[in-house]
């Protein structure tokens, strides 16, 4: 590895801490804990969040100088982002949002990373008290990330406190895909939903959790249905909020969604590298791409703060600019098409999968979903949308509970 003064090198070893590593938000992270010694290819190490000051200060002075484009007169949100709320969140981002709290908030949760396959994948492991606690991986999609997860963690993983009784608990993996968040980018082509689900695989085998369940939303509902096909002696359930099929098997409710919401997806797996120099330059510019899908897939009304405070939605931004993921994570649309489409195996999953959808989330019917998922549990919620762990934590805990109570 070179050693010339680039930030993927500068500050990397200044900011590791005497018993973990530290997660600096630079360009680079794709070589995420390259500091000191390298580890061994087995090595799982700690690690805490936190991003050196030069790069919030970088990142004030692209705020400060942001360049907004018109707009036309009551154009509203039909046109995309809506002009005068991003002004009012940049605003908020330069004067009132605090990373320092946000990586407060994340650090109270457990962080590692571990090589798998030559890459560095970041990921929390956090632990139950409870001895009988189940193991439970779960898996973020675009444009989220494990920040998705931060509300259902602690419920999961110490139930007695948080309504639940103690064969509740489960012990929670939260990993970043490869390519997202803090994991390594992936320097090659090919880095598709299985080939992601084979890392997680090893990963989990690599914790020492010989059975599992898993949960995923989004990209994480392709890539645990994966999981399921490639290790099913492991996976003892499967537990999805979005019903998932491949192209031929959607519905026209779904078509009609991906007509309306779904011209990004033409981009991101077209030209990904083409967006990615705007969304990597401009801090703006990555806010308006990200939030215009909160707002459009969330059971908000339109009110897009009615489902999520500016810090959730700045945090998660935040993860996708302190660590330059925003082009790494749209390939996966480019690797996906360029393998036809094929989102799930075409064989029957034999695991037992639940479904706990949210009201506004499209769905294919049961009946459908059954002829490729050995289906024991369906629910739909009476409210929220495309990020169910976020917009309604309490009503999916229970019912992911419910579903993993007989597989344990």
Not at 142 to 170: M, Q
Request: with cysteine; proline share 5%; glycine share 8%.
């Amino acid at each position: 590895m070179s050693e010339k003064n680039t930030w993927d090198n500068i500050d990397r070893r200044a900011f590791m801490k005497k018993s973990t590593s530290t997660v600096a938000g630079i360009a680079g992270l794709a070589k995420l804990g390259m500091a000191g010694k390298e580890s061994r290819q087995d090595t799982v190490e700690p690690l805490s969040i936190h991003v050196p000051d030069a790069v919030l200060d970088d990142l004030q002075g692209r705020l400060a100088r942001t360049r907004f484009p018109d707009q036309l007169e009551g154009a509203g949100w039909a046109y995309g982002t809506e002009l005068s709320y991003l002004k009012e969140l940049v605003a908020y981002w330069r004067s009132e949002f605090d990373w320092r709290v946000q990586e407060r908030i994340l650090n109270r949760f457990d962080h590692f990373h571990t090589k798998i396959d030559s890459l560095k994948i970041h990921f929390i492991n956090q632990r139950s008290k409870e001895k009988n606690a189940f193991p439970l991986i779960m898996i973020h999609g675009w444009p989220g990330s494990f920040f998705e997860f931060y509300k259902v963690i602690e419920p999961l993983t110490d139930p007695v406190t948080h309504g639940g009784k103690p064969e509740d608990a489960f012990h929670v993996v939260c990993p970043s895909l490869p390519g997202y968040g803090f994991s390594e980018i992936p320097r090659k082509a090919g880095y598709g939903c299985k080939q992601m689900a084979d890392i997680f695989v090893k990963l989990m085998a690599r914790l020492g959790y010989r059975q599992y369940g898993a949960h995923g939303g989004d990209w994480g509902s392709y890539i645990a249905t994966w999981m399921a096909a490639l290790n099913a002696t492991a996976m003892k359930g499967l537990h999805l909020n979005a019903t998932v099929a491949n192209p031929l098997e959607a519905t026209a409710k779904q078509m009609l969604l991906m007509n309306l919401e779904g011209d990004y997806v033409a981009i991101q797996s077209t030209k990904p590298q083409s967006l990615g120099y705007a969304l990597n330059d401009s801090p703006a510019g990555l806010a308006a791409w990200i939030i215009e899908k909160f707002r459009g897939w969330s059971d908000c009304g339109g009110n897009v703060e009615s489902s999520f405070t500016k810090d959730e939605l700045l945090t998660n931004i935040m993860i996708y600019w302190i660590t330059q993921t925003a082009t790494s994570s749209m390939r996966l649309y480019y690797e996906t098409r360029k393998m036809g489409w094929k989102f799930i195996p075409d064989e029957r999953i034999a695991v037992p999968a639940g479904f706990t959808l949210s009201r506004l989330e499209p769905q294919i019917p049961r009946k459908q979903i059954e002829e490729s998922f050995h289906v024991t549990h369906w629910s739909v919620m009476p409210s929220g949308g495309h990020f169910a762990e976020l917009e309604e934590p309490d009503l999916l805990v229970k019912d992911m509970r419910m579903f993993f109570r007989n597989l344990r």
